[in-house]
């Protein structure tokens, strides 16, 4: 048996009951997603209340997840056209987000980094890749509302992705998987 369930600090959990298994086994895969899997003669009522004791330990797997699987922009080329519109496209965003959530920050720069799709310096400076622009909308917002919220928290706390998750009405964690997850 196979199941989804939506627990309320955790999000979507996967519940599965086979056979073979000995014991409740909880696992979170790199992209965040929650997996509990117990043996047939274990009622869903125990393991949810076997899941109840691990909401810290999922939120700090996901973390640490988070720290070992970056995001990463696709490695291809960008155009100097594309190039242009980006340092054109992506300021403006950067300053639209900001004011609607009451974010401040200082400079930003635009560049054609390969290695992540943004970071913020620790004065508050937002550095975005171009390959942004080849993300659909939504996506290159989320990155930047990320990038703005370390402004305010310079680590990916609880309270970071409190933040985060705040700005983007509670859709942070699916954001992240569908970025993790993009291909152009
Ligand atoms: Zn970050």
């Known amino acids: 048996m196979t199941k989804t369930i939506i627990h309320p600090q955790i999000g979507e959990v996967t519940l599965s009951t086979t056979a073979r298994s000995v014991r409740i086994t909880?696992?979170?895969?790199?992209d965040g997603r929650v997996r509990l899997s117990y043996p047939g003669w274990v009622t869903q009522r125990r393991a949810l209340a076997f899941l109840e004791?691990?909401?810290?330990?999922?939120?700090?797997?996901?973390?640490?997840?988070?720290?070992?699987y970056p995001v990463q922009p696709p490695r291809e080329p960008v155009s100097p056209a594309q190039r242009a519109e980006a340092k054109r496209?992506?300021?403006?965003?950067?300053?639209?987000?900001?004011?609607?959530?009451?974010?401040?920050y200082g400079a930003v720069r635009v560049r054609?980094?390969?290695?992540?799709?943004?970071s913020c310096t620790?004065?508050?400076?937002?550095?975005?890749?171009?390959?942004?622009?080849?993300?659909?909308?939504?996506?290159a917002e989320y990155v930047v509302l990320h990038e703005l919220c370390h402004t305010v928290h310079h680590d990916h706390s609880e309270r970071f992705h409190a933040l985060l998750d705040r700005v983007t009405d509670g859709h942070h964690r699916n954001?992240?998987?569908?970025?993790?997850?993009y291909r152009p």
């Not at 973390?63 to 070992?68: F, L, S, V, Y």
């Not at 496209?89 to 401040?104: D, F, K, N, T």
């Not at 954001?175 to 997850?181: F, G, K, Q, S, W």
Request: with cysteine; glycine share 4%.
């Open 122 to 139: 620790a004065r508050g400076d937002i550095n975005l890749s171009v390959s942004l622009l080849k993300l659909p909308t939504y996506l």
């Open 53 to 68: 004791t691990k909401c810290d330990w999922v939120a700090a797997a996901r973390t640490k997840m988070e720290r070992k």
């Open 26 to 30: 909880l696992s979170v895969r790199p």
């Open 89 to 104: 496209v992506l300021p403006e965003m950067v300053a639209r987000l900001a004011a609607r959530h009451g974010l401040s």
């Open 112 to 118: 054609a980094t390969r290695s992540r799709w943004g």
């Open 175 to 181: 954001l992240a998987r569908e970025l993790r997850a």
